[in-house]
Nanobody
Framework: VQLQASGGGLVQAGGSLRLSCVAS????????MAWFRQAPGKEREFVATISWSGGNINYADSVEGRFTISRDNAKNTVYLQMNSLKPEDTALYYCAARSTAFTGPSTTANEYGYWGQGTEVTVSS
């Protein structure tokens, strides 16, 4: 089972990036998915989460209104559209999946059993 995150890069403040996370080895169409991030010297923090159906979505206050999480269950993929990026968004972004199907969204990292390797986002001022 593997979660492969991609789409990170270097962007100027105010710019946009779209992260993708593709699952392989099993389907996650019935599992809540999420994005977390970890900046250098800081703890991993919650960014956004989406339920298996896409009907229940939560965002961290710091990204609300700028980031959009979505999913395509047919492609076993979750996305994070990031607009109006700020230097403080610079971090390694991880996608994650809850281990048990049909469990609801969570902002707590230890409730996610599957993790991708991370994709780096750098926002210059």
């Amino acid at each position: 089972v593997q979660l492969q995150a991609s789409g990170g890069g270097l962007v100027q403040a105010g710019g946009s990036l779209r992260l993708s996370c593709v699952a392989s080895g099993r389907t996650f169409s019935r599992n809540t998915m999420a994005w977390f991030r970890q900046a250098p010297g800081k703890e991993r923090e919650f960014v956004a989460t989406i339920s298996w159906s896409g009907g229940n979505i939560n965002y961290a206050d710091s990204v609300e209104g700028r980031f959009t999480i979505s999913r395509d269950n047919a492609k076993n993929t979750v996305y994070l559209q990031m607009n109006s990026l700020k230097p403080e968004d610079t971090a390694l972004y991880y996608c994650a999946a809850r281990s048990t199907a049909f469990t609801g969204p969570s902002t707590t990292a230890n409730e996610y059993g599957y993790w991708g390797q991370g994709t780096e986002v750098t926002v210059s001022s």
